[in-house]
């Protein structure tokens, strides 16, 4: 007797899912794409946090739906924070920093 194969059995939450090749998904009006660590071959600024994103780093690459030259590169973590982040505030040189 030979032992039998695991066989998932569709659910129905299947027909919900989008198979995407290309890694992409549609997140509040962006597009947005996962990036390897193996596929990423240049360095970035990250918008969310203005720190570089290295050679061989993953990460998300997000444009807005309609407009593929607001195409940025963002480290995942800040991508997925960026809705928590407070807006970047210009300060004076003698405000307080707390």
Known sequence: MSPRKHRRTPSDD??????????????????????????????????????????????VVAWAEDDAETRRHWHTPCWESRNRRAPKIERTRNAPRY
């Open 14 to 59: 299947d027909g919900e899912r989008e198979i995407n090749p290309s890694n992409e998904t549609l997140e509040d009006g962006y597009r947005v794409r996962r990036i390897t660590g193996s596929s990423s071959s240049k360095v970035y600024r990250c918008p969310g946090c203005d720190q570089e994103i290295r050679r061989g780093t993953p990460h």
